[in-house]
């Protein structure tokens, strides 16, 4: 099997990557991609889905984000 997908955010460009994480799991390995068009594309394709927002909360219940989309 290999290595798992990582995606997250820079902080600094707010760029979307994936790609492998090295054993430290914060340190990208070599190949990430930018993904940040695709990576919009499919979360506004998902939440359009719901036709309502999409609520996001963290380990203690509270809500950290809500996504809205409005097709045209």
């Given at each position: 099997?290999?290595?798992?997908?990582?995606?997250?955010?820079?902080?600094?460009?707010?760029?979307?990557?994936?790609?492998?994480?090295?054993?430290?799991?914060?340190?990208?390995?070599?190949?990430?991609?930018?993904?940040?068009?695709?990576?919009?594309?499919?979360?506004?394709?998902?939440?359009?889905?719901?036709?309502?927002?999409?609520?996001?909360?963290?380990?203690?219940?509270?809500?950290?984000?809500?996504?809205?989309v409005e097709a045209?």
């Open positions: 099997m290999g290595k798992k997908l990582h995606v997250g955010c820079s902080p600094l460009t707010g760029t979307i990557f994936a790609g492998t994480v090295l054993k430290d799991g914060c340190t990208w390995g070599a190949g990430k991609s930018d993904v940040t068009i695709e990576a919009l594309v499919a979360v506004a394709e998902h939440a359009a889905r719901f036709g309502r927002p999409v609520e996001i909360t963290g380990p203690d219940g509270k809500l950290e984000y809500r996504i809205t045209f």
